[in-house]
């Protein structure tokens, strides 16, 4: 089966840096999002990782290593409307977004 | 640019009743329409894939004859949720995207639907 694992919950200082893990087992891979959602408000798009490396988008980070089914989400100099939720979902071999369950993050003074 | 809109935000209805719910790609023209319902502190649960001018693509467990999806141009889907009853009642989103498979997904602010 298809499967996206990624810690329940996490809580992080304001100011600090957190990442946040993702692996995945998934028929073929073409590619993997990280969304942003605020509670009660639509999904946002992050970023999309399909090569192998780190993407750099301001003060939010993503890697991804496809040999070990594995991404990370990176945020630095947290900032308390950082406090969200993270999902992560990954496009399968037949361009099927496949959702993990999501991680909230925890922003605290 | 990519905004997708949704209507209406909030919907109150009793059992029994039909909810019809739109998406609209505002910027771009979305050739692949996608409906999600999420519970609370839950993950998206993908219900319907629909392409322009054809028949949408129903995930397994999902009731074609209840969530009815028109996909009726590049720029608007609606979903109808027939005879709505109380277990119904979620957060539904829609996104958009615009061309190939690896292009992303935009989403709509979702609708709540509360069943009565």
């Known amino acids: 089966g298809q499967n996206i694992d990624q810690p329940t919950e996490m809580t992080a200082t304001e100011g600090a840096i957190v990442q946040i893990n993702c692996t995945y087992q998934?028929?073929?891979?073409?590619?993997l999002f990280w969304y942003q959602q605020h509670a009660g408000e639509a999904p946002t798009f992050l970023s999309y990782?399909?090569l192998d490396g780190l993407e750099e988008k301001g003060r939010f980070s993503s890697f991804l290593s496809r040999s070990k089914g594995y991404s990370y989400l990176l945020l630095k100099e947290l900032q308390m409307k950082d406090s969200a939720s993270y999902l992560c979902?990954?496009?399968?071999?037949?361009?099927?977004?496949?959702w993990g369950a999501g991680t909230k993050l925890i922003i605290k003074p | 640019g990519a905004v997708v809109s949704q209507h209406p935000s909030w919907v109150i209805c009793k059992s029994g009743t039909s909810v019809k719910i739109e998406c609209r790609s505002l910027?771009?023209?979305?050739?692949?329409m996608f409906w999600y319902r999420q519970f609370p502190k839950q993950s998206l649960m993908l219900m319907a894939t629909?392409?322009?001018?054809?028949?949408?693509?129903?995930e397994q467990g999902v009731e074609k004859d209840k969530f009815l999806i028109n996909h009726a141009s590049l720029t608007l889907s609606t979903l109808t949720v027939t005879s709505a009853h109380p277990e119904d009642s979620s957060f539904y989103i829609c996104?958009?995207?615009?061309?190939?498979?690896?292009?992303?997904?935009?989403f709509g602010p979702g609708t709540r639907l509360l069943v009565l």
């Open positions: 979902a990954v496009l399968d071999s037949n361009y099927q977004l496949i």
């Open positions: 910027d771009f023209q979305a050739t692949t």
């Open positions: 996104s958009a995207r615009e061309g190939a498979p690896m292009e992303t997904q935009y």
């Open positions: 998934t028929s073929g891979f073409n590619g």
């Open positions: 990782n399909v």
């Open positions: 629909s392409n322009e001018g054809s028949k949408a693509t129903y």
